[in-house]
């Protein structure tokens, strides 16, 4: 059921890969991670660093279903803040997660099945690691990730390619849906706004 690609979408998906290859740039500046580099951004893109601003930032993302999760593993870089805060994000939402940070994290998204035109700073692996049930690559809301495990597509997982502004992790939601994109190995398409 692939969907052709557009000149439009492999425009916009080249975008998107660059404007992760420039937000990982940014999220992964090799230095030791401050106070700063973990704390949410308002919408003007200035730090928020109070406790205060850390959960209105979480509860603009507000979710109240649930998920049969057993276990969740996230991969990502220790330098990276923002995918800390995504980790945050699920925890606040009742969610365990183990956090690796890879030697290789471009080695391990392969291994996993993460195409190259879904990536995002972190992968979170739903499940046991040798029998996952999905992937979530980025800063997915979990109303997708609830509409993910209710649907069972027969997919790798889904993704918010690069890092989009007003995701979880990313500020406050903002005021135009979020398109998230299923995946398998040969790449992503359309799968559902949030």
């Not at 928020?48 to 109240?64: F, I, K, M, V």
């Amino acid at each position: 059921m692939r969907v052709p690609v557009s000149r439009r979408r492999f425009v916009a998906a080249g975008t998107g890969t660059i404007l992760a290859s420039v937000g990982l740039a940014g999220c992964l500046d090799g230095d030791e991670p401050t106070e700063t580099d973990s704390t949410p951004t308002d919408p003007e893109g200035s730090a928020s660093g109070t406790a205060q601003d850390q959960r209105q930032n979480q509860t603009h993302w507000e979710w109240s279903g649930s998920l049969p999760l057993e276990s969740a593993v996230q991969y990502h870089d220790p330098n990276c803040g923002c995918c800390g805060e995504y980790v945050s994000y699920l925890e606040s939402h009742g969610i365990d997660v183990r956090v690796e940070y890879p030697d290789d994290l471009a080695a391990t998204k392969t291994e996993l099945g993460v195409p190259t035109d879904v990536r995002s700073c972190h992968t979170l692996v739903l499940g046991e690691e040798d029998d996952a049930d999905y992937l979530v690559e980025g800063h997915v809301p979990l109303e997708a990730v609830e509409t993910l495990l209710e649907d069972d597509p027969d997919v790798r997982g889904i993704a918010a390619p690069g890092m989009p502004r007003h995701s979880p992790g990313m500020g406050p939601r903002g005021d135009e849906p979020l398109q998230i994109y299923a995946f398998d190995e040969d790449g992503g398409e359309e799968y559902t706004t949030v």
